[in-house]
């Protein structure tokens, strides 16, 4: 079947502006991952979703930082007042059950520039 | 907490060449260990994966083994082709965390022809 998708693939925002990003996970996974990628830090998880709860959401860098995911499909990873260092690429991946051995499964990402 | 170190890049090889990619980690009780790649313009895609100690990961050519005295899973390749170009990251998942992957800083591979 597909992928994970993931909308918009590029994004640029003002400083101070929210944004919304969005993640379609392979039908039929329960696991649900956002990591964000940039030049400084590397590859950083941010939040996991086991269904609809997220169990740790240790990695959200800060409170402007929310996410949720409903249906226990799509999820949604919202940027509040954005910030010019929050510029970096979102990942999404999803996994069956979320179990050590699985592969997660990640999608085309989203570039986010904050100007 | 659980962490990866990979060999800093970027590495600069002629086509047919020997690749090997050092990882090495840190984690709470036995994790599974991952090598993903990143082909210039696209998303992270699974290379190979090891879930217990001594099982060798292997795909497209490349391989890596899992070797809990040494806590290594260093990625080789016997004869790398231009096609291979990309970025490496290595990465783990542990019982402690058995849901988020930690990935090393990642590691860029030119091949020239």
């Known amino acids: 079947g597909a992928g994970v998708s993931q909308s918009p693939s590029n994004k640029v925002t003002e400083k101070g502006k929210d944004v919304e990003l969005r993640c379609d996970p392979i039908s039929g996974h329960t696991a649900l991952y956002w990591y964000r990628q940039s030049l400084g830090q590397g590859l950083e998880f941010l939040i996991y979703?086991?269904?609809?709860?997220?169990?740790?959401k240790s990695g959200l860098p800060s409170d402007r930082f929310s996410a949720e995911r409903t249906g226990g499909s799509v999820s949604t990873l919202t940027i509040q007042r954005t910030q010019q260092e929050d510029s970096a690429v979102y990942l999404c991946a999803s996994s069956l059950w979320g179990s050590p051995q699985e592969t997660q499964y990640f999608g085309p990402g989203t570039r986010l520039l904050v100007l | 907490g659980d962490s990866v170190t990979q060999m800093e890049g970027p590495v600069t090889l002629s086509e047919e060449a020997f690749l090997t990619i050092n990882c090495t980690y840190t984690?709470?009780?036995?994790?599974?260990l991952f090598w993903y790649v990143q082909y210039p313009g696209e998303g992270l895609q699974l290379l190979l994966k090891a879930t217990k100690a001594d099982d060798k990961g292997s795909n497209k050519g490349f391989e890596a083994t899992y070797r809990k005295e040494t806590t290594s899973f260093h990625l080789e390749k016997g004869s790398v082709q231009v096609s291979d170009s990309a970025v490496y990251f290595c990465a783990l998942k542990s019982g402690g965390s058995n849901y988020k992957l930690t990935f090393g800083k990642g590691t860029l591979l030119t091949v020239n022809p």
């Open positions: 984690a709470t009780g036995y994790p599974s």
């Open positions: 979703f086991q269904g609809n709860s997220a169990p740790d």
